[in-house]
């Protein structure tokens, strides 16, 4: 197994300073990213603290099989997953706590969503609307559902495209890294195609660009992992640009 990534934040055109934050861990085959929400530059410390904390779950696990887990593990999943769901729980924690104890951050959360790759196969996992897409030759699927407001009322009821557009709280997310001292996370095990393609994005690609344009884009690129994430940044900026955007690419080949 080798993967290909590459990955790449911009601030957007509305916006005064980022609040996304992405890790690329080839060592761990391990790839981030996170929306912040907050106040002031609270945000930006969530999101940072949450790839930081579960970066150095896995670093720290690799290192040390016998060291103590900070939550016990799922019984009906298997380890790696637990590993990774463990990771986002402790940055949970942390950012609550944080919150908490200091006036500043009150308030504060993100969004993450996560791709790691072991052996035999794929582990996405997600809190809030942070998005994670697969590309497999011309197909794109988005494997994530959105923790949103606006997806569980389109679950709840069929809302015509008019009513998925004018919806007045689409920005509103119904889970999210810090809000509460737990937090559900869900994932899914995939086994890769060789050549497939995952895409992990921020609110500020997905609300800007629709799923159909990101595959083509992604294609237009020709392999090139680097040109693909700037090529889906300037359309997203083209089309309005309204919020942090932040892409990464990870690419799954079987050689």
Known sequence: MRIRYAGNTNVGMKRSHNEDSLYLMPSMNLYLVADGMGGHSSGEV?????????????????EDDEITWPFKMDKDKEYQENRLITGIKLANRRIFESAQSQPRYKGMG???????????????????????????????????????????????????PEEIENFPHKNVIVRALGMKETVQVDTQ?????????????????????????????????NQDLEMACQKVIDEANRNGGTDNITVVLGQYLDD
């Open 189 to 221: 095990f995939e086994i890769p195609q060789n050549g497939d393609i995952y895409l992990l994005c921020s609110d500020g690609l997905s609300g800007m660009v629709d799923s159909n344009n990101l595959l083509r884009l992604v294609l237009e690129a």
């Open 46 to 62: 969530a999101s940072q603290m949450a790839v930081e904390a579960i970066a150095q779950f896995f670093q720290e696990t690799s």
């Open 110 to 160: 993100t969004t993450v969503v996560a791709v790691y790759f072991a052996n035999g196969g794929s582990y996405v996992a997600h809190v809030g609307d942070s998005r994670v897409y697969r590309i497999r030759r011309d197909t794109i699927t988005q494997i994530t559902e959105d923790h949103s407001l606006l997806n569980d009322y389109i679950k709840m009821k069929e809302l015509t």
